[in-house]
C-alpha cells in the first residue's frame, strides 16, 4: 500500500469522525424536538413515511445494481450508482427528521411473538444505521482515492451492513403502517 493513498485518505479522517458523531447525535436530538412545541404552527407531515420507505427500497435496489456494475467492471456506473445511494440515504434522513419534528411517533400496536420479531428488526436498524455511517464513508473515500485494494476489502463489510439497514428500514414501516393515525 503506498503513502500517497493513505495520504489521500487522511484527509478526510477527521471528517469521518465529525460526521460518524454528529449526524446520529444531531438526529437523536432532532427526534425529541416537536416544532409545535417552539410556536411553528406546521401541519404534521404524514404523508411521508411511505416515501421514505420508498426511498429505503430504492436504495436496497440500487445498493444491488451497484455490486453488479462492479462485478461487470462497469467502475463509472458503480461510482454513479454509489453517490446516488449515498444522496437517498441523505434524503432519507432529511424526510425522517422532519417526519419526527412534526408529528408523533407512531406505537407498534402488534401483540404476541410480532411484537418481538418487530421491535428486533427495529433495535437491529437503528444500531446498524449508527454503525453503517463510518462505513460508507470510510467506503467511499477508499474509492475516490483510487485505493481500490482497501476500497474493496471494506465494502464487503459495508455492503451487507448498508443493505440490511435499507431493507429492515421498508420492513419497520410496513409492519407499523397498519398503526399510523
Known sequence: ?????????????????????????A???????????????????????PIYAGVN???????????????NNNQKLHENLMKFAISLSVLFLLMYVAYH???DSTKFGGEGMIKY???????????LSIVVIPFV????VRGITNNFQRHKKIAKITFPIWL??????VIVYLMISPYYV
Open 1 to 25: 500500500m503506498s503513502t500517497r493513498k493513505l495520504n489521500g485518505e487522511e484527509k478526510y479522517n477527521k471528517w469521518i469522525i465529525i460526521l460518524s458523531v454528529v449526524i446520529p447525535v
Open 27 to 49: 438526529v437523536a436530538i432532532l427526534f425529541t424536538i416537536k416544532l409545535k412545541d417552539f410556536g411553528f404552527n406546521i401541519e404534521p407531515l404524514t404523508f411521508l413515511p
Open 57 to 71: 427500497a430504492l436504495t436496497a435496489l440500487i445498493l444491488i445494481i451497484a455490486v453488479w456494475a462492479i462485478k
Open 101 to 103: 419534528m412534526t408529528s
Open 117 to 127: 420479531v418487530y421491535y428486533f428488526i427495529l433495535i437491529t436498524h437503528i444500531l
Open 137 to 140: 464513508l470510510i467506503t467511499y
Open 164 to 169: 440490511y439497514v435499507a431493507v429492515t428500514g
